[in-house]
């Protein structure tokens, strides 16, 4: 009976060892699981990516499509390329829209797993069309536009990246976020 105790224990331990090894992951999401997570320093990390992709977002609008910076840019490839579908149908229009940000305020990041997250900022933005020759202003005037959006965060080796993105007004309720079986 002793002897089948210790078995079973040592098959259980042996499992254990198996599955937090044999994922790359393994120790880290177990880690995650039991608290053992420096949730501060992911949401730091967070906040500069979101930081630097609102910086990268700005500039390839503002340079009428420059690809300056596009590997750095902290987003998914499909993002990157909606962006310069949207920069290209300006373009065809002789035209360029330029964001200015003013407000970015980060509201609550959930950490999910210690490769993915979701957060929530307020932003203002300050947008204008513009001739794309002359850079003169299209517009009369410049007009503010307070929004909230929500980050879809993935983390890529030792670096976070937007994997998705939603925009909803200031006002309005986020909805709550669907899970999706694969």
Not at 46 to 66: D, Q
Not at 147 to 175: H, Q, S
Request: net charge negative; proline share 2%.
């Amino acid at each position: 009976m002793k002897q089948n105790i210790i078995s079973g224990a040592a098959g259980i331990l042996l499992a254990l060892c198996v599955s937090l090894f044999s994922h790359e992951q393994g120790l880290i999401n177990f880690g995650f699981s039991l608290g053992m997570y420096d949730n501060e320093k992911g949401e730091k990390e967070i906040e500069e990516t979101l930081k630097l992709f609102n910086r990268n977002f700005a500039s390839f609008f503002n340079t009428g499509g420059s690809l300056a910076g596009l590997n750095e840019f902290p987003a998914a490839n499909m993002i990157k390329r909606r962006i310069f579908q949207e920069v290209n149908e300006w373009k065809k229009n002789n035209q360029i829209i330029v964001y200015d940000k003013d407000v970015f305020e980060l509201e609550n990041v959930d950490l999910l797993s210690p490769v993915s997250a979701v957060a929530v900022a307020r932003e203002v933005w300050f947008l204008t069309i513009q001739d794309r020759d002359t850079r003169k202003s299209l517009m009369s005037g410049v007009k503010a536009n307070p929004i909230k959006v929500r980050y879809l965060m993935g983390k890529e080796g030792d670096n976070w990246r937007v994997i998705e993105y939603e925009v909803f007004g200031v006002d309005d309720d986020i909805p709550e976020l669907q899970k999706v079986r694969v």
